[in-house]
Structure formats: C-alpha cells, structure tokens
C-alpha cells in the first residue's frame, strides 16, 4: 500500500558574505556563493557566484551565473552568464551556451561543444522530416492510383 520511497530534498547551499570557505565542494543541490570560496567545485545543479562573492576555484556545474568575480576555469553542462559586474578569469567549456551581458568581463578562452543530447536531437530531427517526406510521397502515390482507377 504505501510505497517506501525516500526522496532527496534539495536544499541549496550558501556561503554568505564575510564568509571565507577552502577545500574542494561536491554537491547535488545549487550553490550560492556571496562570500569567498578556494578549491574546486563539482555540482549536479547550479552554481551562482553572487555581486560580492569570490571564487577561486575550477568550476563544473549544469548552469552556472557569475555576478561576481571567478578566477579558474569553468566547465558547464548547460548555460554559463556573466552578468554586468561579474568577472572571469580562466578558460570556459560551454556545452550549451554563454551569455556576457554589457560589462561583464572576460578574461581567457572560450571553447563551446555540441552536447550529446542536442546533436543526436538534430539527426533526429533530421530522420523524421525525412520519413515526414516519404509518407507523402506514398499518400500522393495512393491518391493518383485511385484516380487512375
């Protein structure tokens, strides 16, 4: 009757401002950094570096939005912003896409990669308009025999 299934509730981590954190993060749930942050960072979910936060970390995390300032490298699943006061120093692979709004700085590499997921989405894509076309064409043929006859 009643099933045992344990959910895992996603609580989001913060590290406030005046808040000085060291050692390599592994989480599951988003994290927000508004004050200092040293060692690498490896998150499931997203990552925010807030207008005073500080990162000095390698980070890799589904979206990641920096307002603040970065200085490492970033590998990210998804989308990576950089608003108008954020910085980043280091080499960013981007597998979605990458947003630098006016004022946002930059200060590295940049390199974007096609995720698995969207190209096999466009072959697929690709497949179907194409089998879309032959059904028509079998439909057409239909069509013309029965006039025909």
């Not at 959910?7 to 508004?34: F, K, P, V, Y």
């Not at 910085?87 to 974007?112: V, W, Y």
Request: hydrophobic letters at 35%.
């Amino acid at each position: 009757m009643f099933k045992d299934h344990k959910r895992i509730a996603a609580t989001d981590t913060l590290i406030g401002q005046g808040t000085l954190s060291e050692g390599n993060m592994i989480c599951e749930a988003g994290l927000r950094i508004e004050g200092e942050h040293r060692g690498d960072i490896e998150c499931k979910a997203d990552v925010i570096i807030g207008e005073c936060g500080l990162a000095r970390s390698n980070i890799t995390a589904r979206d990641i939005t920096i307002a603040g300032k970065v200085f490492g490298d970033i590998i990210t699943k998804g989308r990576l912003t950089i608003t108008s006061s954020g910085m980043l120093t280091g080499s960013i692979t981007a597998a979605h896409s990458l947003i630098i709004q006016d004022g946002g700085r930059l200060i590295g590499s940049c390199q974007m990669e096609l995720a698995a997921d969207s190209n096999n989405r466009s072959l697929l894509e690709k497949e179907a308009s194409q089998m879309k076309g032959k059904e028509l064409t079998g439909k057409e043929s239909k069509e013309k025999s029965r006039q025909a006859g």
